[in-house]
C-alpha cells in the first residue's frame, strides 16, 4: 500500500490533459513551467506515503458530526434579477452563451 | 467489468452473417424524485416555470453558496431502495462530479460515488411470452439534476434554463441482466410501475422525469462480454427499444466485417431511429470525484429507515399475487390490473361481492377500450366503479343481457347516469318472460317457413334465427332462452 503512488511522474501531457478537463489554456511555454512545479508539489506531498494508512478508513471530511437535514418546502427562487445580475449576456432570462452542441 | 455475467442461460440471439449474437444490456435510470424542493437547496423541483424562477443562488452556484440537503429527498431514495429490495447503506457519501458544461454552474455535479444511499437489490419483470426474470439492481444513490441547454432558439448561441439544476435524482444502475430490447422495455415499465407505487417518482417521460442511459454489447453466447457503448439519455420506453435494436444491429455488422467495437458514447437519433457517435465527448470522460468537503456523511439511523419501512404500500409483486390468491385471477389478468395501482384499486372496488372474471372482464375490456378512445386516465373515469358494479349486478340478475349492457354502457359514458336509471328511462330490461319471447319466435318462423323446413338439414341456420329474434325483441330478448326455443321449435 504504502509506495503505491511514490513513481507519479507529472508530464507535459499530463499538464496538457488537466487544463483541457479544467477550461484553462496554457501556453506551451507555460507548460514546462508548470510540469516542474507541479511535480514539486507532488514530491512534496509524497512525503504522505511514509504513512502507514493500513486499516484506516478514508476521511471523506475533516469536520465531525452529522449532515443536517432539511424539510421539504419552497423557501427559495423568483430572484431572477440576482441570478441574471453577473451575466455577460442574458435574453429573455436565459442565459446566452456561445453554441454548445454534441 | 469483464466477469461472466452470472446468468448464463442464453434466452434471446439475433442473427448475424456468421451464426448467432446474444445481446449484453445494463441500464441506468434517472429517475427524478418527487419533491416540492430540490436537493440542496429550498427552490422549487417543479416542472415547467418560467425561465431562470426556480433558481436559487445556492442553483446558480453563487460564491459561498452552501448546500442543505432535503430530508424528505433522502427518504425517497430509501424508499425507492426497499421497493427495490435492496440493502439500505446507513453511511454514505456525498461526492463532487467535475465536468465543465453550461448547464452546469458548479462545474461538478453533487452525486454519490464510491458509498451510495442505496446497495444492490432485484426487481422481478414479467415478460410477454409469461415467463419472469430477475433483472439485478447494482446501486442507487442520489444526485443534482444539471440546467438545461436550449440550442434551437438562437442560430448563434445556446440559451441556458437552470430551473431544473439542483432537483434531485435518483441514479437506478442495474447489472447487465437485460438480453433483448422487450426485456428492457419490459424492465422500464415494471420499475417504473415500482416507482408510482412508492409515489417516489412521477415517471412522466415526456417531462423528462425518468430517462435512461443504455449499456449495450453483443457476444457470440458463451463468450465474454464485449465492448460496451453507452446511449444516453433515452427518454421513452420505445426509443429505448429502438435504440437497442439499432445498435445490437450495428455492432454485429461491425464485428462480422472485421472491425472492432470502440467503447464509446452516443446519441440516439429519434428521427432517423440510428445511434451515432458522440465524438467530442470521447477524451472527456475522467470526472475526477471526490468527497464534497460541503457535506458530511450521510447517517441515517435505524428508527428513520424503520419508519419508512412502516410507510411501505402493497407493492406490484405482492398484490399480484394477491389478486390471485383472493380473487382467483390468472397472472395474465393479474399483471393487467396491478400495472397501474389504479386500475387494481378500481378493480377491488367492482369485484367487491360480485363475480371477480366478469369484473376483470369488463374493466380491460369495455372500460380499457372506451378509456383509451377518450383518451381519459382510470381515475377520470365517466364510470365509477361503483356504476360499473350496478351493471354487473344487472346482468347477474338477469335484467340485462350481455349486449344489452354494452348498450347501456355506452349510455353510461355519455350521460354519467347509473346503470339502473337508464334502464328504467329506455326500457332496456331484458325480456325473461318465456311466452313473450315464444311470440317473437313464432313470427320470426311463420314468415320464413322455406328457413325452417331448411334448418332441420342444417342446424347451422338456428343462429340466424336466434339473430333474427334478437332484432325484432331490440336486443332485449334473453339470449339463452331464445336459443332453446329456437331449437324446440325445429326440432333438433
Known amino acids: ?102 | 467489468m469483464n466477469d461472466i455475467n452470472t446468468t448464463s442461460e442464453v434466452r434471446h440471439t439475433i442473427e448475424g452473417q456468421n451464426g448467432e449474437w446474444e445481446i449484453i444490456i445494463g441500464l441506468e435510470i434517472h429517475a427524478q424524485v418527487t419533491s416540492e424542493s430540490k436537493l440542496f437547496s429550498g427552490s422549487s423541483a417543479s416542472f415547467g416555470g418560467a425561465p431562470m424562477s426556480h433558481v436559487s443562488l445556492v442553483d446558480a452556484a453563487m460564491p459561498g453558496m452552501l448546500p442543505v440537503i432535503n430530508k424528505h429527498c433522502v427518504r425517497q431514495a430509501v424508499k425507492t431502495g426497499l421497493g427495490l429490495k435492496a440493502k439500505i447503506n446507513s453511511y454514505s457519501i456525498f461526492d463532487r462530479k467535475n465536468y465543465f458544461y453550461p448547464d452546469l454552474p458548479q462545474g461538478y455535479q453533487i452525486s454519490q460515488f464510491k458509498f451510495p444511499i442505496v446497495g444492490e437489490g432485484e426487481v422481478k419483470v414479467s415478460l410477454k411470452d409469461g415467463e419472469d426474470i430477475i433483472v439485478r439492481i447494482e446501486r442507487l444513490h442520489l444526485e443534482q439534476d444539471a440546467g438545461k441547454s436550449f440550442h434551437d432558439i438562437d442560430p448563434e448561441n445556446s440559451y441556458i434554463d437552470l430551473n431544473r439544476s439542483g432537483v434531485a435524482l435518483m441514479e437506478i444502475v442495474t447489472m447487465p441482466d437485460l438480453r433483448s430490447a422487450d426485456e428492457a422495455k419490459s424492465f422500464v415499465t415494471k420499475l417504473r410501475t415500482i416507482l408510482r407505487y412508492l409515489e417516489t417518482c412521477d415517471g412522466n417521460m415526456e417531462e423528462g422525469s425518468l430517462r435512461a442511459d443504455i449499456n449495450v454489447s453483443v457476444r457470440k453466447p458463451g463468450d465474454n462480454l464485449g465492448t460496451r457503448c453507452e446511449i444516453k439519455n433515452v427518454n421513452s420506453i420505445r426509443f429505448i427499444g429502438m435504440a437497442i435494436e439499432y445498435e445490437a444491429r450495428r455492432q454485429v455488422n461491425e464485428i462480422e466485417s472485421g472491425r472492432e467495437i470502440i467503447q464509446e458514447t452516443r446519441l440516439f437519433d429519434v428521427s432517423t431511429g440510428e445511434t451515432r457517435s458522440m465524438r467530442s465527448k470521447e477524451e472527456a470522460h475522467d470526472y475526477r470525484y471526490f468527497p464534497d468537503p460541503d457535506l458530511l456523511p450521510l447517517n441515517l439511523e435505524d428508527d428513520f429507515i424503520k419508519e419508512i419501512i412502516n410507510e411501505l404500500p402493497e407493492l406490484p409483486d405482492y398484490k399480484k399475487e394477491r389478486l390471485i390468491k383472493s380473487y382467483g385471477l390468472n397472472s395474465y389478468d393479474a399483471d393487467i390490473l396491478v400495472s397501474d395501482k389504479n386500475y387494481a384499486e378500481y378493480f377491488e372496488s367492482v369485484a367487491n361481492g360480485r363475480d371477480p372474471k366478469i369484473s376483470v372482464n369488463w374493466i380491460t375490456g369495455e372500460l380499457f377500450s372506451a378509456l383509451n378512445k377518450l383518451n381519459l386516465d382510470i381515475h377520470d373515469s365517466p364510470v365509477s366503479s361503483e356504476q360499473l358494479g350496478e351493471l354487473i349486478d344487472l346482468i347477474s340478475d338477469g335484467t340485462l343481457s350481455g349486449r344489452l349492457a354494452k348498450d347501456v354502457f355506452e349510455i353510461m359514458l355519455e350521460t354519467k347516469k347509473n346503470p339502473r336509471v337508464i334502464v328504467e328511462e329506455k326500457n332496456l330490461s331484458q325480456i325473461t318472460d318465456e311466452s313473450s319471447i315464444e311470440k317473437i319466435v313464432d313470427k320470426i318462423m311463420e314468415s320464413n317457413i322455406d328457413k325452417v323446413a331448411e334448418a332441420r338439414e342444417k342446424p347451422k341456420l338456428i343462429g340466424w334465427f336466434v339473430g333474427q329474434v334478437m332484432k325484432e325483441s331490440q336486443g332485449k330478448a334473453n339470449p339463452a332462452t331464445v336459443n332453446n326455443l329456437v331449437k324446440k321449435k325445429i326440432g333438433i
Request: hydrophobic letters at 40%; aromatic letters at 2%.
Open chain 1, 1 to 102: 500500500m504504502v509506495s503505491k503512488v511514490n513513481q507519479m511522474t507529472i508530464t507535459k501531457d499530463t499538464i496538457r490533459k488537466i487544463s483541457n478537463l479544467a477550461k484553462i489554456s496554457i501556453a506551451d511555454q507555460e507548460v514546462e513551467k508548470l510540469e516542474s512545479e507541479i511535480s514539486s508539489i507532488i514530491r512534496w506531498v509524497e512525503a504522505l506515503n511514509e504513512v502507514d494508512t493500513e486499516n484506516v478508513d478514508p476521511m471523506s471530511n475533516s469536520l465531525t458530526g452529522a449532515l443536517r437535514m432539511r424539510e421539504d418546502l419552497v423557501t427559495d427562487g423568483n430572484k431572477v434579477s440576482d441570478i441574471l445580475s453577473n451575466s455577460p449576456v442574458d435574453d429573455e432570462n436565459f442565459f446566452v452563451v456561445p453554441k454548445v452542441i454534441e
